[in-house]
């Protein structure tokens, strides 16, 4: 026997981004005087308020906007610990030698799962009031094998979007001995991780891992299953970008660094490059060009990087408002970026749009338009949030 979900139908939406154009106006898909309908975990139906289908239910939207729920694809949540000493020295123009990566590293090793677990949890919830419904998570912060595969089971009670970064960095044991730590990485530690993630990640810098060494971890990846994505072109320019684009990378995520090279080839790939503007906010570093990369023809997503030392933001929002005001993108690329951009870098096409047969994933804002997120910068405006269906 079958029991039939109830159904809502969401109306008086004064406007709705679906990321449909077959739906509306524009690559937006922008539908006005619109609403929604939702079955279950799944949108059934959108269109103008007027024609909605009777419903179970009834939600008065009240002349706010809706948009798709926010899709992170880059996170590192799985830590413990706290860098606020290391923000204040170099946001006070102070030298600060606390180690960094490896400090989060040392505290996340000492911390229990009962901690970690409870960690992700606040973090994923603080993202999910602010309209954020998808989101990838990575480790990286073990560097062991049992601590990198810890990582990946504690991040997977909390999201499908699985990554193992156990190439962050050079383990502290291992910092004489770099090519050992790429055969652990590369052998027992992969073993372990395979198992408990979706993707494969890097950090392709100077400093971390040159384009040989990132070659040889995500080829070895690819091979166990594993989809790669790249840390790349963050801190300087390098191989990371065009590595990324030659192994079939998911997303090539920083992207600051860029040559025309490195241009043409994301415009020419699938990889998908994830800019994370609030990395070069909270270290006062250069913005990535997005105007330059959309101009070629390439796909843009963004994401918040939430991290404990370089961007220790969830809030998407506030990176909307970073790519209009820093970075080059309009008001629409941004939103594009931020839901449909997010869901073409986690391969997904489920979620990032408000069309029929998509993750009922959408956000309620306090304003007529979603370009309200750029024009009214740090104030809260996601007032509802459905995720797969029911309102959280």
């Not at 020295?89 to 996340?108: E, F, K, L, Q, W």
Request: glycine share 10%.
């Amino acid at each position: 026997m079958t029991i039939a979900t109830p159904t809502t139908a969401i109306t008086d939406i004064a406007t709705l981004v679906t990321n449909d154009p077959s739906l509306g106006e524009g690559p937006l898909g922008l539908i006005r005087d619109a609403a929604v309908v939702i079955d279950g975990d799944r949108i059934a139906w959108v269109g103008g308020s007027s024609k909605a289908p009777a419903t179970d239910n009834r939600v008065d939207a009240g002349g706010r906007a809706a948009i798709p729920g926010f899709v992170d694809s880059h996170s590192h949540l799985v830590f413990a610990g706290d860098r606020t000493e290391e923000f204040n020295a170099r946001m006070s123009g102070r030298p600060y030698s606390a180690g960094g990566i490896r400090t989060t590293v040392a505290a996340t090793r000492a911390a229990s799962n009962n901690v970690l677990h409870a960690n992700v949890g606040r973090y994923v919830a603080e993202a999910r009031r602010q309209g954020t419904t998808t989101v990838e998570i990575k480790s990286g912060y073990g560097l062991t094998s049992h601590d990198e595969a810890r990582a990946l089971t504690i991040a997977a009670a909390h999201t499908d979007e699985v990554t193992f970064l156990g190439a962050h960095i050079v383990a502290p044991e291992f910092a004489d001995d770099p090519a050992g730590y790429v055969d652990l990485v590369t052998g027992p530690m992969l073993d372990a991780c395979a198992p408990h993630a979706r993707w494969i990640d890097v950090f392709c810098e100077q400093g971390a891992f040159d384009g040989d060494q990132a070659r040889t971890i995500l080829t070895a990846g690819k091979e166990r299953g594993l989809i790669p994505r790249v840390h790349a072109n963050q801190l300087s320019y390098g191989p990371g970008v065009r590595l990324a684009v030659e192994l079939g990378a998911a997303s090539a995520d920083h992207c600051t660094h860029l040559t025309d090279a490195d241009i043409d080839a994301l415009a020419q790939g699938e990889t998908v490059a994830t800019l994370l503007p609030g990395a070069e906010f909270s270290t006062r570093s250069t913005y990535p060009d997005a105007r330059r990369l959309l101009d070629a023809g390439a796909t843009v997503a963004l994401s918040p990087d939430c991290n404990p030392g370089s961007s220790f933001t969830s809030s998407m929002p506030f990176c909307v408002a970073l790519a209009v005001r820093e970075m080059g993108m309009t008001p629409d690329e941004a939103v594009w970026a931020a839901t449909a951009g997010g869901a073409r870098a986690l391969r997904r096409t489920d979620v990032g749009r408000v069309s029929p047969g998509a993750r009922a994933d959408l956000a309620l804002l306090d304003a007529p338009s979603h370009v309200h997120l750029a024009y009214r910068p740090g104030v809260p405006l996601v007032s509802a949030v459905w995720h797969e269906g029911t309102l959280v």
